[in-house]
């Protein structure tokens, strides 16, 4: 069916009126519209997430990824401070590291603005891993990807599989040092255990982590948050960001 | 870094006991161990979403796919009873209708398991009608497909965009007949409000629809939602579900 013609609210194709389309507009921001409402829709996140520190802005892009304002609880660092995963996230993408996801659908939400780093999934090394031993495709995966020193000073970001948090907080414990982790697995079997396990081998060996705690999370909340360092890194390097707060990062 | 060697909590590579690899396995679910967790992960919810009627499976996807018991109560279902539109999605899946995702990221979410229905995403599209109209691009992609006939009689999903969704209503409302549309946009703007016009012009103009209400939503529960159905159609060709409730599906 086409839109032609004049119909109730406004969405008559091919009216020059500006107005006409402004339900048309969200977070795809790349029309004029829509970076007006991305900014409303900021605006609102920063009402109910004041931005005092580098963390709130993770904390803030966890509620507009989630849609709920009590998020903001549910978000851990792990470091000498709150801000220095955000630093170590934001320094990384400034450098041009890999961003590797588990899975294709964390993937597909990494924004392609912004950055150089060269994006990479997990999930379709390791078949024969997998096969051999039985552990799940996405744990194998990890693995298979570690063997190849891919991990080491890459953002690696886990959306989806507990099992592959579990099997990067092994590569941790071996020896394996990511620029910083991002793990937001969701579900009621071993998501919130294998966040809790990646958080300790974290902090015990010194690498920079960004999780959640309770069973939610998911490949859209930590696509979000991937994309909130490198957002933090633009502003960096476009000198739009708190001066104090960058003082490490140029 | 490698995994080779007996590490404290049992991730030794090449080891081949099958117990081994237990902590490795979820719901990706092509493995071993994989496929056992994942029915242990299916079962808790179940406890948590009894499941009594062909609606209720869509219930507890919702609680799978966002981990939260409570998001079952979040649900709601367009069409003359709650089964009604998830008997319409599954005939649909039966019948190989196009699956058409908003963006990239639910289309790669969407199982490639279980269906014959081609999968397309929206995005990409229109481009032309966002420049010259300044609406957002994933509303503008909307139209476009539309225009082209896509939406009619397919698996309709808007997972990230109200504004997608806003432009998915005034199609239906010029006349376009989806089989059934799946909508969980997510945000604070315009996202329950989008939802909300899309559920009372489906309402209107029959067609069926499974959305929620709320700030809450996104990618991963549109493209898990839309897996139920797949499933569901699964289980009705391999004969495996409740034949009350595949009568009118067979």
Known sequence: MTTEGASSDGTTEGVSSEDTFDEYADLGATTENAME???TSMDRVRKLVPQETI?????????????????QHLVRFTGPTDDAPVRAGARAVLESRPIVTDITMVKAGITGRGHDCPVRKAIGNGAELAERTGMTRTAASVLELDREGVYDDAIAVIGNAPTAALALADCIEDGTRPAV????PVGFVKAAESRERLRAVAAEHGVPAISNVGRRGGSGLAAGLTNELVHVASDV?????????AADLR
């Open 37 to 39: 409402i991305a900014e």
């Open 55 to 71: 963390a709130d802005r993770i904390r803030g892009k966890s509620v507009h990824a989630t849609g709920d304002p009590e998020f």
């Open 181 to 184: 982790v991002v793990a937001t």
């Open 237 to 245: 390097r476009d000198g739009s960001i708190d001066a104090e707060w």
